[in-house]
């Protein structure tokens, strides 16, 4: 069996492969537009090319019996700025992918990565959210995925292949990019981590619901291996936080002095909703998966493999100024 990556380069997607590489025997693939310099895939076999070219895709998916989707590009916070952009740089390439798959008639397995924040959209009643739940995301970015889930439900109504839609909530576990427009939790330990002030978008009182990676890599895992035509899943804690008990932990496994700046852009108010968590009763009855991750200890592990706490005391002490914008 040869298991694909696409998107491998990306936070979740570089982890799943160390993972899967890791657990199992069968070798990998991975898609990629170039190979950089001092760039590591472990056996993995390397395809240089595009998702946006029907022949790469070909190419790509020729042999594979299973394949993890994870290319995407834009973030709920930006995905509304160019809008048919960003569906000619998310929508394309998926169907260029399905379009070869159907080509080579191998009905390969493929596990796609979905939102579990930006596919539901807002509600009153507070309730976590089953696969069941009428969807209405309000960006660009949560319309994308929705609209990928139902063409990979098509291709497997038709026989194409069987697929598992993860909708994954806010995946964290490794430090981010001080850049990043999306992923609060690894962005603000690496700006902690540099001496620099933590900035925030949205509103502080904002829930979310947090999901290690280490937890998403055995229900990953657990996808690939249960074939069936079509299943969406729900992949989270089943907990929300607000974005301020989020800081409020971070600042006790810090234990250094963590500058916040909000950053005031009532655009946020429209494109991210006040509330998301997720009902993961559907992935404990099927699979027997639960997260076993506390978020405190988490990221406790986060700082503690940084490897950094010293630097962190002299760096905090020096008044290092920076710091990215991440998302809430």
């Known amino acids: 069996m040869v298991i694909g990556f696409t998107g491998a380069r990306g936070f979740i997607g570089s982890y799943l492969l160390r993972y899967i590489a890791s657990t199992h025997a069968d070798p990998t693939r991975v898609l990629l537009r170039s190979v950089r310099t001092g760039e590591e895939f472990g056996k993995a076999e390397i395809v240089c090319g595009d998702l946006l070219s029907p022949v790469d895709c070909a190419r790509f998916v020729d042999g594979l019996d299973t394949i993890y989707y994870l290319a995407h590009c834009n973030t709920p916070l930006n995905s509304d700025h160019d809008r048919p952009n960003d569906a000619m740089l998310n929508m394309i390439p998926l169907l260029n992918l399905l379009q070869a798959v159907q080509a080579r008639n191998t009905k390969p397995h493929l596990v796609y990565f979905s939102s579990g924040g930006a596919i539901y959209g807002r509600r009153a009643d507070r309730n976590p959210?089953?696969?069941?739940?009428?969807?209405?995301?309000?960006?660009?970015?949560?319309?994308?995925?929705?609209?990928?889930?139902?063409?990979?439900?098509?291709?497997?109504?038709?026989g194409d292949l069987t697929c598992a839609v993860l909708r994954v909530s806010n995946a964290y576990g490794t430090l981010l990019s001080r850049q990043r427009m999306q992923g609060l939790i690894g962005v603000a330990v690496n700006n902690i981590l540099h001496g620099a002030?933590?900035?925030?978008?949205?509103?502080?009182?904002?829930?979310?619901?947090?999901?290690?990676?280490?937890?998403?890599?055995?229900?990953?895992?657990?996808?690939a291996d249960r074939r069936e035509g079509f299943t969406i899943l729900n992949v989270g804690s089943g907990i929300g936080h607000s974005v301020g008990e989020v800081l409020n932990i971070i600042r006790r496994c810090a234990n250094v002095p963590v500058q916040i700046e909000t950053v005031q852009d009532p655009e946020c108010g429209k494109r991210?909703?006040?509330?998301?968590?997720?009902?993961?009763?559907?992935?404990?009855?099927?699979?027997?998966?639960?997260?076993?991750?506390?978020?405190?200890?988490?990221?406790?592990?986060?700082?503690?493999a940084s490897g950094e706490q010293t630097e962190l005391r002299s760096a905090t002490a020096s008044g290092i100024p920076g710091g990215g914008p991440m998302g809430s």
Not at 198 to 223: M, P, Q, S, W
Request: hydrophobic share 45%; glycine share 6%; proline share 6%.
């Open 129 to 158: 959210w089953r696969e069941t739940d009428p969807c209405a995301p309000s960006s660009s970015y949560g319309i994308q995925k929705l609209a990928a889930e139902h063409y990979l439900r098509v291709a497997a109504e038709a």
């Open 197 to 223: 002030p933590v900035r925030i978008f949205g509103n502080t009182e904002n829930v979310r619901d947090y999901i290690h990676l280490d937890d998403i890599c055995t229900i990953a895992g657990k996808a």
């Open 272 to 304: 991210l909703p006040d509330w998301a968590v997720l009902d993961i009763a559907k992935a404990r009855e099927l699979y027997g998966w639960s997260p076993l991750v506390d978020l405190a200890a988490g990221i406790r592990a986060m700082f503690d």
